[in-house]
């Protein structure tokens, strides 16, 4: 299953775990939605970054299925309201962030890489990753049309290939007749 990013990385390697809603109070604070599944990217301390400028984490807390959070650069609610809708963007987690040692696959190593089925035959890249609550989806260009393949039927990984084992039809669905 795809961890952490729901995204692509920007330009500079960064990699999209949320998006910034609307003041909450008068004090600064922000609602946000993060699309990771990595609770420390809201961490106080985190940085996270908003286009050129970047934001210092000082408190956070969950709400009502998303996070509020405080930033020391954001002291009212004026200057929160600037904020909204922005994408934010962090630094990909290195291998030593990562405690349960499973079997991790990120979004933005999927996104380009080629995918085949289990007898090796060459379906097409991965040109996106969908969130879905159910699994995320990877859009699969093949032969021109775009297929959705949740990640759970990946049964291999490696750089820049993944090998999927999807039931039979499934890459039938959505092709046009």
């Known amino acids: 299953m795809p961890r952490d990013d729901a995204s692509t990385s920007d330009p500079v390697g960064r990699l999209q775990v949320g998006r910034i809603g609307r003041a ?13 599944d990595r609770t420390e990217r809201v961490a ?16 956070s ?15 009212d609610r004026t200057a929160a309201e600037e904020l909204l809708g922005e994408f ?45 609550p159910a699994s995320a989806l990877m859009v699969v260009s ?10 759970v039927f990946i049964v291999e990984n490696s750089p820049g290939v993944v090998v999927i084992n999807p039931p039979e039809g499934l890459l039938d669905l959505g092709k046009s007749s």
């Open 61 to 75: 807390r969950p709400h009502q299925g998303r996070w509020l959070l405080s930033f020391k650069e954001i002291k």
């Open 44 to 59: 106080p301390g985190s940085i996270l970054h908003t286009g050129a400028r970047s934001l210092t984490v000082s408190a």
């Open 88 to 132: 934010v963007m962090a630094d990909p987690l290195d291998s030593a962030e990562i405690e349960d040692g499973e079997n991790v696959i990120w979004v933005h190593e999927l996104v380009g890489a080629e995918v085949r089925d289990v007898s090796g035959l060459l379906l097409g890249p991965v040109v996106a990753v969908e969130d879905n």
């Open 142 to 151: 093949i032969n021109g049309d775009e297929v959705l393949v949740p990640v």
């Open 24 to 36: 909450h109070g008068l004090k600064g604070e922000v609602a946000f939605a993060l699309s990771s």
